[in-house]
T-cell receptor, first 113, second 110 residues
Framework: NAGVTQTPKFRVLKTGQSMTLLCAQD?????MYWYRQDPGMGLRLIHY???????AKGEVPDGYNVSRLKKQNFLLGLESAAPSQTSVYFC????????????FGEGSRLTVL | KQEVTQIPAALSVPEGENLVLNCSFT??????LQWFRQDPGKGLTSLLL?????REQTSGRLNASLDKSSGRSTLYIAASQPGDSATYLC?????????FGTGTSLTVIP
């Protein structure tokens, strides 16, 4: 019953460093999403994917890149981290039916100094 | 653009009380509505999923209703317990997009 797994769960970066967050789901879901959650801002969509090999921009895509080379994995990259990217990042997935349920990972807490 | 609102932002009740959390949305053309629970420092756990053709869903002490035409959903929690203390979020789905409210922080006082 793994569901949606995010790694790492915690990370501290210095400004300008790069890193990749990995999201893996074992439910054979078509759709995958990356959100960030900040106090008072709610959940904001960064990027999403509707299938293997596809990606699309969400509400706040600047400073992030994504890749979906395999159906089960969705990677979120920060090429040059900034303090404004300090946040909790959540990955979520859903099946391809528009009536499908959304499932979340446990989150990845990123601090950029 | 779909806007989802949850009022109140915070709620505090004594243990044993029945309570209602509210969720409203501006565009009634939704596919489904989902209620989540989020504990501090944790991810979002799905509580109930209501399809657009349904009026309500029940799970244990939880009952969620949906009135698409008025753009409203309620989450009813019966006989509240301290363990129910958490933030509750609602989300509506349209196509491959999900729109979230900012949540109601619930505290159940023993």
């Amino acid at each position: 019953n793994a569901g949606v797994t995010q790694t790492p769960k915690f990370r501290v970066l210095k400004t300008g460093q790069s890193m990749t967050l990995l999201c893996a789901q074992d439910m054979n879901h078509e759709y995958m999403y990356w959100y960030r959650q900040d106090p008072g801002m709610g959940l904001r969509l960064i990027h999403y994917s509707v299938g293997e090999g596809t990606t699309a921009k969400g509400e706040v895509p600047d400073g992030y890149n994504v890749s979906r080379l395999k159906k089960q994995n969705f990677l979120l990259g920060l090429e040059s981290a900034a303090p404004s990217q300090t946040s909790v990042y959540f990955c979520a997935s859903s099946n391809g039916a528009f009536t499908g349920e959304l499932f979340f990972g446990e989150g990845s807490r990123l601090t950029v100094l | 653009k779909q806007e989802v609102t949850q009022i109140p932002a915070a709620l505090s009740v004594p243990e044993g009380e029945n309570l209602v959390l509210n969720c409203s949305f501006t565009d009634s053309a939704i596919y489904n509505l989902q209620w989540f629970r989020q504990d501090p420092g944790k991810g979002l756990t799905s509580l109930l999923l209501i399809q657009s053709s349904q009026r309500e869903q029940t799970s244990g002490r939880l009952n969620a209703s949906l009135d698409k035409s008025s753009g409203r959903s309620t989450l009813y929690i019966a006989a509240s317990q301290p363990g129910d203390s958490a933030t509750y979020l609602c989300a509506v789905r349209r196509g491959n997009q999900f729109y979230f409210g900012t949540g109601t922080s619930l505290t159940v006082i023993p």
